[in-house]
């Protein structure tokens, strides 16, 4: 399971709960502060299907887009929008510690939304719901959401190192 790393920091458990409703207990396998990804692993379910990446470099202005998340505690919240803008730079909304690659949405991503899915019309997950912009720091306002393809390769490191390596000279 993909979410934001800042839902599963200072957190002792992590219960995920799945769409039919079940709760099942979640192991962190990895974070990564720079990108605020976190990975979950979960037992595996055979009737349980993962939702596939899309690719964001294929997405344009103008094109639909599907939130889903729990905003306010209020489970399988599905808002629609479109896609607003592309690869906002997360710098310019004051998070200087971070890296990331961002899908600007009108669809409703409030408080709770974090780690969520946004989906194309074709049902492929091309963003993770990450940040709002809001001018008086209530929820309502701007939503981002971080392209799947920044999303892809921090996926495959946490799941093979546990984090995220990356070079520096």
Known sequence: VLTNAHVVERVDRVIVTLQNGNQVDGTVVGTDQVTDLALVKIKEFPDLESAKLGDSEDIQVGDWAIALGTPY??????????????????????????????????AAINRGNSGGPLFNMDGKVIGVNTAILSPNGGSIGIGFSMSSNVVAPVVDQLREFGEVRRGWL
Do not use: A, C, P, Y
């Open 73 to 106: 505690g209020l489970e399988s919240t599905v808002t629609l929008g479109i896609v607003s803008s592309l690869h906002r730079d997360i710098n310019s909304l004051g998070f200087s510690d971070k890296r990331l690659d961002l899908i600007q949405t009108d």
